[in-house]
């Protein structure tokens, strides 16, 4: 289960942030934003309960965070993955005919 948690953090306070968030192993990535929120963090639990501790317990709680906002993952279809190199290669033979 994924869940998703776009956090911004004082100023000044990134080094301490990001220092005690990597103490978190079920964040697995962090990515810097440029909107109304600064950071988006991916979080990965085994239940609702777990995902919803770790963001209410946890990363709330981290030093500098002033305000999230938290997304919990639903599926609603599976795609197959995207094959870029079979793309490409159509693209290419389209434009020798």
């Known amino acids: 289960m994924w869940g998703f948690v776009l956090a911004n953090v ?4 990134e080094s301490e942030f ?3 968030l990597g103490s978190l192993s079920q964040v697995r990535g962090v990515y ?3 909107d109304e929120y600064e950071y ?3 979080v990965e639990a085994n239940t609702s309960a777990e995902l919803a501790k770790v963001m209410t317990n946890h990363i709330r709680h981290l ?5 999230t906002a938290t997304f919990i993952q639903g599926t609603l279809k599976d795609m ?3 094959d870029r190199e079979a ?6 033979a389209r434009t020798l005919y």
């Open 32 to 34: 810097y934003l440029f």
């Open 18 to 20: 990001f220092s005690n």
């Open 40 to 42: 988006l963090l991916e």
């Open 87 to 92: 793309d490409l290669r159509t693209d290419q």
């Open 80 to 82: 197959p993955a995207v």
């Open 10 to 13: 004082t100023p000044g306070k």
């Open 63 to 67: 030093p500098g965070v002033e305000r």
